[in-house]
């Protein structure tokens, strides 16, 4: 079974910063990529971005392009997103999900998701 | 606005079939695999079919996708009333990455 634990929830002012934790097992951490997807209140599904932990190479949606950063400690196999810039629309549950292998990705297993107010 | 479009809400009795849609284009659905998760009340989203029609460990056989051009449906026969939930398509796009449709709900009368 694999397990993606996250941090706890978290409330933010305007214009300040958030970070949000993610730990994995060290298998998950060493074969795979982390992504993170948000959902606003009552809303879809978006991607935010994600990271290859062996080669701590992150990648970014276009939308948060400058405003989140994404990375990843192998110490501690945990997974970590920053937003900068909060604004009452960033206020979601962010969740990170397990990547897995494909020509399209796709997310097998998910954390408990960490609601973020603003 | 999402990049991929799905029905709000589609309802059926228990024990029907239902069929959702999901329609996208060129950049997305054209030229990648169709993912599908399903999210009860309350929970995180969960896998349900992958690589437009397969199924992982422990999804049963009742739900079925399927891709055609630039759309794609998830199937789902024998409903029960377990089975409300939201419903949500993603692929890859090649200009924004991951995109998901805007979820559909769907209730089990």
């Known amino acids: 079974q694999v397990h993606l634990v996250q941090s706890g929830p978290e409330v933010k002012k305007p214009g300040s910063s958030v970070k949000v934790s993610c730990k994995a097992s060290r298998d998950t951490f060493n074969d795979y990529a982390i992504s993170w997807v948000r959902q606003a209140p009552g809303q879809g599904l978006e991607w935010m971005g994600g990271?290859?932990?062996?080669?701590?190479?992150?990648k970014y949606a276009q939308n948060f392009q400058g405003r989140v950063t994404i990375t990843a400690d192998k110490s501690t196999n945990t997974a970590y997103i920053e937003l900068s810039g909060l604004r009452s629309e960033d206020t979601a549950l962010y969740y990170c999900a397990r990547e897995m292998h494909s020509s399209t990705p796709y997310f097998d297993a998910w954390g408990q998701g960490t609601l973020v107010t603003v | 606005q999402s990049v991929l479009t799905q029905p709000p809400s589609v309802s059926t009795a228990p024990g029907q079939k239902v069929t959702i849609s999901c329609s996208g284009s060129s950049s997305n659905i054209g030229i990648s695999y169709v993912t599908w998760y399903q999210q009860l009340p309350g929970t995180a989203p969960k896998l349900l079919i992958y690589d437009n029609n397969k199924r992982p460990s422990g999804i049963p056989d009742r739900f079925s996708g399927s891709k055609s051009g630039t759309s794609a449906t998830l199937g789902i026969t024998g409903l029960q009333t377990g089975d409300e939930a939201d419903y949500y398509c993603g692929t890859w796009d090649t200009n924004l990455g991951v995109v998901f449709g805007g979820g559909t709900k769907l209730t089990v009368l």
């Open positions: 990271i290859l932990p062996i080669l701590d190479v992150p």
